[in-house]
């Protein structure tokens, strides 16, 4: 079954430091999302990107963040220089469109030192 | 006030009780989702459903458009279903979900 997976697994960051997490979202998926959950909090929407542009963002989604999907196939979310705050569990989501059914990847714990 | 409310925050059951969970929201929607997520932090899609009732195994779903309100039951409950049980909402304007707090299940044997 086709599947969303996401790179590292974990990621470990100074503050001030860029990063990027990578997804790769199901081949034939035109929607793909980025959500983060916050350890002992609910998931929230940061992103939706479609037709190689930004859909919608929240206001979670500042300056900071980028989204890309620069190969047809990768899907990366930037974080130009990481704060205290960042630390979360970044997921990854992608949709056909014709269905609304996400599939979510198996998410990327970033932790801010 | 939060668009997606999830009740119970926290259930304990026994090995083999009946489970229900609910989930209220305040928008208006095209579709709602129940998620499942483990301690090492994945999430699954149990169920989409926009009507009616959805059964897969012991789980099933229930939605009421009218009354803006969705149930989850988990029937004859294991130990393997401890886990948080979300609820999340699809707006349609381009499918992102708006999640509820989540709700934790913890059966034991």
């Known amino acids: 079954e086709p599947e969303v997976t996401q790179t590292p697994s974990h990621q470990v960051t100074q503050m001030g430091q860029e990063v990027i997490l990578r997804c790769v979202p199901i081949s034939n998926h035109l929607y793909f999302y980025w959500y983060r959950q916050i350890l002992g909090q609910k998931v929230e929407f940061l992103v939706s990107f479609y037709n190689n542009e930004i859909s919608e963002k929240s206001e979670i989604f500042d300056d900071q963040f980028s989204v890309e999907r620069p190969d047809g196939s990768n899907f990366t979310l930037k974080i130009r220089s990481t704060k205290l705050e960042d630390s979360a569990m970044y997921f990854c989501?992608?949709?056909?469109?014709?269905?609304?059914?996400?599939?979510f990847g198996p998410g990327t714990r970033l932790t801010v030192t | 006030k939060n668009e997606v409310e999830q009740s119970p925050q926290n259930l304990t059951a026994q090995e083999g009780e009946f489970i229900t969970i609910n989930c209220s929201y305040s928008v208006g929607i095209s579709a709602l989702h129940w998620l499942q997520q483990h301690p090492g932090g994945g999430i699954v899609s149990l169920f989409m459903l926009s009507s009616g009732k959805k059964k897969h195994g012991r789980l099933i779903a229930t939605i009421n458009i009218q009354e803006k309100h969705s149930s989850l039951h988990i029937t004859a409950s294991h130990p393997r279903d401890s886990a948080v049980y979300i609820c999340?909402?699809?707006?349609?304007?381009?499918?992102?979900?708006?999640f509820g707090a989540g709700t934790t299940v913890t059966v034991r044997a």
């Open positions: 989501a992608s949709t056909s469109g014709i269905s609304y059914e996400q599939y």
């Open positions: 999340a909402v699809d707006r349609s304007n381009d499918y992102k979900l708006s």
